[in-house]
Structures are given as C-alpha cells and as structure tokens.
C-alpha cells in the first residue's frame, strides 16, 4: 500500500486559498469548505492535515484531476511537481517542451526568455510553494492539541520540514520570497533579505532554513525508520547536504565540509543502492523493497487515487508520442508527444558503434532514437531530439497497474545516489571531514551498477579533472530529468554563459544569457499586492 492510505485520509477535508499572497489567511466563503476552527475536532484530521501538506506535491486539489487549491492555477499545467520540474529540466539543457502544444509559456522556457510577464510555470511554482507554507503554518498553530498518541511533536517536525522544502525551492529559484511563519502573520509579508542588484544573496533565509532543518530533526523517526512518503531524519539531512554543496551560490562562503557531514548522516542511516536502475523509476518502486531503499523522500504517486494531468502523468505521457506507447513496455495507453531531450543529454553516453539508444553502453542512458535525430535543430521536434524513456507505469515483477492514464510512479525527490554524488562533489572541491577513497567508492558503486562491470572505474584525479566537470556529466547521467539540473549547472558557472545548448537564448545552436536568468522573476501577481517585496534585479520593466 502507497498513497492510498494518505491519500483516503484527505477525502472531504479542503482547504482553499486565492492566488494572492495577502490573502492567504482569510477565511473562505465558501460554506462547503473546511476551516481550521473545525477541521481538527476530529483526532484524524491532524493527519489529515499533515497529509494536504505532502499532497500539495502530487495534487493541485482533491476534487479530481480538475481541482485547483490555488484559484487562478490550472490543475494540470501549473501542478507544483511538473512546473518546478520544468524550471529544473526545460529550463536548462537535458529537455525541451514541443512548440506545437501552444502553450505561451513554452516558447520563453525553452529558450530562457522569459521576463517579468506572467509566465505559467514560473507563477505556479511560486504560488503554490507558498500555499504550503500557509498549509503548514495554519497547521502549526494548532497542532500542539493533537492526541499524545499521535506524537505531536514529530507532526510539527514534519511540517516544518515540508516548509523548510519550499522555502528552499522559493530560495533557489526565486531568491527571496515573502517569508511568514505562524509566529510573524502579516498581510504583506517582507522577505528576509533585498536583492536589489546583481551579486546580493538571500544569506538570511539560507541561515533560517539552515537552523530550522536542525531544530526540527531529532524529532524526525531516524533514517528509514519513518512512513514512506513522509520525511525522515534521513530527508532532513538531504535537504541540508543540498543546501550546503549550494550554499556558495546563496550566500557567498561555500560549505562542504557541512555538506560532507550531511551527507554522511544519510548514508549512515541504512539506505542502500537498488540493484537496478531502471527499477527505480517504475510504478512499484514504492513497495518493490530492493528500489526503496535508495529512495529517501519521494512524491507519491497511486494511479486513480492521486489523478493529475501534472507530476508523473505528465513525465512519462508527455515524453511519447501516440505512435511511441506500448502498453506492455510503458504502462500507459496515451503520448502526447510534448518533451524530448537535447543532444547534450545525449553525449554524456558511452556508445558501444553508433549513435543510437539500443548501443548506450551505461544502462542509465534510457531512451529511445528510432526516426529520431540526435540534434535538436527547431521549437517543433517532428523529428530531432530524443525521446526520454526513463518514466514507466509497468512493474518490476512483470505488467501494468489498471489505470493506465494516471500512473503509479513515485517521483524520487530525494535518493541515496544523489547523495553519494553530493559526497564526492564536496570531497572533490575541498571539503574537511571525508576522504577522497570514499568518495571515489560511491561513485565506482553507480558506474558499476550503470555498466554492469568494474572496467569503468574512476580514481581521485578523475574527480577533479578539468574543474571538475566530470562530476558535473556523472550527476546528469545518474540524475538526468529529476529536477536538478538547473541548480548543478549555476553551481557550476555554466548557466548563463560558458555553455550553451540548442535554443538557449532564443538561438538554434545556443547562446549566452544575461546574468538575471540565475533567478526567475517574483511574480507581478504579488509584487501588486504586496508593497514589501521588490523585483529581482534585471526584471523591473
């Protein structure tokens, strides 16, 4: 059993919030909809709640695929799982969205043209990583009454942590974000720091956030040993490792050795490798024991029972065309031919003869090339830009779920390879508090386990190597089309320019970027409604 169990827990209770940010803590009108003043008179509408918290990943509402919490948002394009993931992928070099599907957006997130205009995943993002804020602090102010045997305190040290989450999406992608906490409720919350010109950094939410990750995680069950689907002291300490290997880029002073202790309490923990690879991403990889011990907090996903047009849905429907499905193989009974990946994803593979899919030498490299050119040459890919395969609605024991619209795939926010990479990228550049055989050791455990074989092995030298780029190609190989993308390569000095890729900047072969292109724009939505928050540098007109 997966989500089931959460997701039956939520039915009936809705919370519902305008798009506006100062409107986030007025009471509904609607007489159908449950308020705090009497959705915990119930002892299991705290774990309901706790749950709307998690849900907000997977679901934009709980009235069907339609639902929306956030008026305004569309339920399926401006899901909060598959627009980050957007931000992450399409908005960097390993993906790219079909210019055919019609959507404004498309044509500015492949290209990384967008401005301070309304843009939808750049709104939906924002908005709805604000709404679970608003979840968790309405939550926090009443939580403390909740039976004893529900151990109150590790259900506020989980909506803490589900906040801390999406003040660190709102750090990374948008600098600094109004910042409200159950303690400090305002109409037109200030943001913690001003970044008012190119090279400021939101030192003090990466400081709150950093504090906060620590105050709340003893109260956490201890690595593994929580609900799957719901964090741990093991998720705890991930999203701590990433904060710390990115910690330069939001604050100025790098912090590896943090970054290696992180990571060590994770791998400390008792996760372990899956054996394979692609199990990792198919619809049990949430009950199939061997692929869950290296998944430390995902999304979750269960078919009929958390149906949305974002998330999974749209990771392995949109990455097929209706020629390419195949029941058996795939899972699902409908492409929509919407995202392909680039040539550069592609040439971080080993080939054993020609270029194709069926030759990738590391078992990683998931897609699929028949008819298909390599080289990304148009907004349109009738035929260029592979096909990614790396998303499957099919079981590791053998066939499908039933519901083969709406997949049973958990997402992978957080997995044990991830963070023996983050490790080894921390070791590699400097970092007290490990040791480079160690690192060289993980990274030799998912070579070995991508090509089958120990003849791939790497030493110390390889890891620093040309500064560090092959660090940078293992973790697009291993971690390709998991929302991460975006974030390693600005960590790597190689968004903006340096690097290019077809279509950035709005040219074919690509180009260079003007330097506020590190961070979106705060949306106009809430910059008119909230004189307290100024535009990030480079999006004022």
């Known amino acids: 059993m997966k989500t089931r169990y959460l997701v039956s827990m939520l039915t009936g209770f809705a919370l519902t919030f305008s798009s506006c940010m100062d409107d986030l803590d007025v009471m509904p009108l609607d007489e159908t909809v449950v308020t705090s003043e009497v959705a915990y008179s119930d002892p299991d509408s705290y774990l309901k709640s706790l749950f709307k918290i998690y849900s907000a990943w997977s679901m934009s509402g709980q009235d069907g695929d339609g639902s929306t919490d956030v008026v305004g948002l569309d339920a399926g394009n401006a899901q909060l799982l598959r627009s980050y993931w957007i931000l992450q992928e399409v908005a960097a070099d390993h993906a790219l969205v079909s210019k055919t599907w019609g959507d404004t957006w498309v044509e500015e997130i492949n290209t990384l043209t967008w401005s301070n205009v309304q843009n939808e995943p750049i709104e939906a993002v924002y908005q709805r990583a604000m709404f679970v804020v608003a979840l968790v602090n309405d939550y926090l102010k009443v939580v403390d009454n909740a039976p004893v045997v529900l151990n109150p305190e590790q259900l506020k040290s989980e909506a803490r942590f589900s906040r801390a989450l999406a003040y660190w999406v709102l750090m990374d992608l948008y600098g600094a974000p109004p910042f409200i906490t159950e303690s400090n409720y305002s109409i037109n919350p200030a943001p913690l720091d001003k970044i008012e010109q190119t090279g400021d950094k939101p030192v003090n939410l990466f400081n709150w956030i950093e504090s906060e990750l620590i105050d709340l995680i003893d109260a956490l069950p201890a690595p593994g040993q929580g609900i799957y689907g719901r964090a741990d002291q093991g998720a705890a300490y991930a999203l701590l490792a990433k904060l710390y290997l990115n910690a330069e880029v939001y604050t100025g002073e790098a912090r590896y050795s943090d970054c290696i202790a992180a990571s060590k309490e994770v791998i400390a923990g008792g996760y372990g490798l899956a054996t394979?690879?692609?199990?990792?991403?198919?619809?049990?990889?949430?009950?199939?024991?061997?692929?869950?011990?290296?998944?430390?907090?995902?999304?979750?996903?269960?078919?009929?029972?958390?149906?949305?047009?974002?998330?999974?849905?749209?990771?392995?429907?949109?990455?097929?065309?209706?020629?390419?499905?195949?029941?058996?193989?795939?899972?699902?009974?409908?492409?929509?031919?919407?995202?392909?990946?680039?040539?550069?994803?592609?040439?971080?593979?080993?080939?054993?003869?020609?270029?194709?899919?069926?030759?990738?030498?590391?078992?990683?490299?998931?897609?699929?090339?028949?008819?298909?050119?390599?080289?990304?040459?148009?907004?349109?890919?009738y035929n260029d830009g592979w096909s990614v395969f790396k998303y499957k609605n099919i079981y590791s024991t053998g066939g499908y779920p039933s519901e083969t619209q709406f997949p049973e795939t958990d997402f992978p926010l957080f997995r044990l390879a991830d963070v023996y990479l983050m490790y080894a990228e921390a070791v590699a550049r400097g970092g007290q508090g490990g040791d480079m055989a160690t690192a060289v050791a993980y990274v030799n455990d998912l070579r070995e386990r991508a090509f089958g074989n120990t003849n791939h092995a790497i030493d110390a030298a390889w890891l620093a190597a040309n500064d560090f780029q092959n660090i940078l190609d293992e973790r697009a190989r291993e971690l390709y089309w998991e929302a991460g993308r975006r974030t390693d390569l600005i960590r790597f000095g190689q968004y903006t320019s340096g690097y290019n890729w077809p279509l950035k900047n709005g040219v074919t072969e690509g180009a260079d970027l003007n330097g506020r292109y590190v961070l979106y724009p705060i949306p106009v939505t809430d910059l008119s409604v909230n004189g307290n928050l100024s535009q990030n540098p480079g999006y004022e007109n």
Not at 306 to 329: N, Q, Y
Not at 333 to 360: K, M, P, R, Y
Not at 371 to 378: A, E
Request: charged share 20%; glycine share 10%.
């Open 276 to 381: 394979n690879y692609h199990e990792l991403f198919y619809a049990d990889n949430g009950q199939n024991s061997d692929t869950r011990q290296e998944i430390i907090f995902p999304v979750l996903f269960d078919g009929a029972a958390t149906k949305s047009w974002g998330g999974m849905t749209f990771f392995i429907c949109a990455s097929r065309s209706g020629s390419d499905v195949d029941l058996e193989r795939d899972g699902i009974s409908a492409g929509w031919d919407g995202i392909h990946t680039t040539q550069n994803l592609v040439s971080v593979f080993d080939f054993d003869g020609e270029q194709s899919a069926a030759n990738i030498l590391d078992k990683r490299g998931i897609f699929h090339s028949d008819g298909i050119d390599v080289n990304v040459s148009s907004n349109e890919f």
